[in-house]
């Protein structure tokens, strides 16, 4: 994975660029309130400020006085060690246009994959059936490429050079990280949707505040901005109208969201009840980590085997020694491994699908995983993903519609935070004492560490909002305790509410 550094003598924290978000000073020291964030003040004048792209043919809006947003969206740097590993998020959701003019565009765009090399002989329709440079076009804009896809009747996967992509027949979610520029294909991504029939009906966009924000390019180097370039696409789709959200405390772990909704409720096809669940842990174990170093491996099993069969090999094997296969049974899995380190793993199972992004490096150490599963509980996987890394905190967040909250008996982000403490084996990741991990010298996973012992996260911070009509956003900060002998535990378990409040 080819990382950015972060600048010389960054210090690492909160966003920096936090505090040029217009944060109401009634506000500024309410750290469990979801902070609404108001768009720019613009005039009419503002409007005619913004000309359209002479060198981009999906007619983007740039500033006055650049010719092309790619002059305003930094340099690419020389990976030096350190890498931003929270992802930001865009998912895009579309209708049929009212204008009739879906089943004309439609076919006049053929399915790029139902023959041919490559077909795999899916009936694609909507979005699924852009071709793949369409695809590559919206990668570009965002500076990230595809590597890989597996695909199902529901959906296609594909694997980014950092991070995922997920295309449904409506639907587009699209995430990266490091110092790409994600929102930079929005306009792309409304043109490719009109070209197949469809007209936007719902943007959200979330990221975590950065570790590193001196790193990132236009228009990522503070909310404020992604705003700005937010609200620039007013020409393009008038539609695209919404509001930015922060949730939890500004001192510490927070999160950012944006989401305009113009779902036309009687026309919704199966969305009423989604709900998307990410955990973005830090300081994952040591001994988990240096799974994902590809020079732990060995480059080559014998002399006939190529590159692309050692990098399957050792992706495999990172899957295998880390425990990931057993967080998404029954699933089409697609790791992928990177070098130096890093790891990427997309994996589809009917209309769900589970991602997981690894950045292994000492002192930025990460690792993410969400899924849009429709479970009415997702204790078993919390407690499945944190034991599997081990980290000293994490973060956990979950967008979902009203009726999806109702569907969940369990909801960790509800209730008391004594309630909601989550208790994992200490040292007992998957992997452990099954023997060699493909790694060079090594006969166990993690083995040295398997003591038996239990961890205890406790939930420090807890903020949620409903936005637009019945999008419900939560967000909390899980924290490792340094008091979790066993007694504490048992105690902890022993008065643990059974059931959760849901209000």
């Known amino acids: 994975m080819n990382h950015p550094p972060a600048p010389p003598g960054l210090i690492r924290g909160p966003d920096d660029n936090l505090l040029e978000t217009e944060i109401p000073e009634d506000r500024r020291l309410s750290s469990l309130t979801a902070q609404p964030q108001q768009p720019p003040e613009r005039s009419s004048e ?10 981009a043919h999906s007619g983007h809006i740039v500033a006055p006085g650049v010719s092309h947003d790619d002059a305003a969206s930094g340099e690419i740097r020389e990976y030096t060690g350190v890498f931003e590993g929270p992802e930001k998020t865009l998912e895009v959701v579309f209708r049929r246009r009212s204008d009739g003019a879906t089943l004309a565009a439609a076919a006049g765009h053929a399915d790029p994959h139902s023959d041919g090399e490559g077909g795999d002989g899916y009936d694609r329709v909507g979005l699924r059936r852009l071709s793949r ?22 959906l296609d996967a594909y694997v980014l050079s950092e991070s995922s992509l997920f295309v449904y027949p409506y639907m587009l979610i699209l995430k990266t990280c490091g110092t790409t520029t994600l929102l930079r294909c929005l306009a792309v991504l409304i043109e490719l949707g009109r070209k197949v029939g469809l007209e936007l009906d719902w943007m959200g966009y979330s990221r975590k505040n950065f570790n590193f924000p001196g790193d990132q390019a236009f228009p990522h180097q503070s909310f404020h901005q992604e ?27 927070h999160w950012f969201v944006f989401v305009a909704d113009q779902t036309i409720r009687s026309k919704m096809c199966d969305l009423d009840t989604d709900r998307v669940l990410n955990i973005m842990m830090f300081d994952i174990d040591q001994s988990v980590a ?26 495999t094997a990172q899957t295998k020694a880390a425990g990931i296969d057993t ?9 992928c491994a990177f070098e130096p380190c890093g790891y990427s793993m997309n994996a589809i199972l009917f209309r769900s699908y589970s991602t997981m992004h690894i950045t292994p490096e000492v ?31 994490f973060v956990m967040t979950l967008i979902a519609d009203e009726a999806g909250l109702v569907q969940m008996k369990e909801n960790p982000l509800t ?30 996973v993690n083995s040295s560490t398997n003591t038996g012992k239990r961890m205890l996260y406790k939930r420090t911070t807890l903020a949620s909002i409903k936005v637009e009509d019945d999008c419900c956003c939560m967000m909390g900060n899980f924290v490792l305790e340094e008091d979790s002998n066993e007694d504490y535990v048992r105690n902890i378990r022993a008065f643990k509410e059974r059931g959760m409040s849901m209000s």
């Open 46 to 55: 503002d409007d005619s400020s913004y000309e359209e792209d002479p060198g």
């Open 133 to 154: 440079p369409d695809l590559d076009r919206v990668c570009e804009r965002a500076r990230v490429t595809i590597l890989s896809r597996v695909s199902n009747r529901y």
């Open 227 to 253: 705003l700005e370039y937010l609200y620039s696409h007013r020409n393009l789709c008038e539609r695209l109208d919404g509001n930015g959200y922060t949730l939890g405390p500004v001192t510490g772990d």
């Open 290 to 315: 240096e799974i994902f170093y590809y020079n732990a491996y060995a480059a080559k099993e014998h002399s006939g085997e190529t590159e692309e069969e050692a990098l399957k090999r050792i992706s």
């Open 327 to 335: 967080l998404c049974p029954g699933a089409i899995i697609d790791p």
């Open 363 to 393: 002192g930025s150490s990460y690792a993410s995983f969400e899924t849009n599963q429709r479970v009415s509980s997702y204790e078993s996987l919390i407690n499945n993903v944190v034991r599997s890394f081990r980290p000293k905190r």
């Open 415 to 444: 209730g008391s935070a004594s309630s909601t403490k989550i208790v994992v084996p200490c040292g007992a990741a998957a992997g452990c004492g099954k023997g060699g991990d493909g790694r060079k010298g090594s006969s166990s």
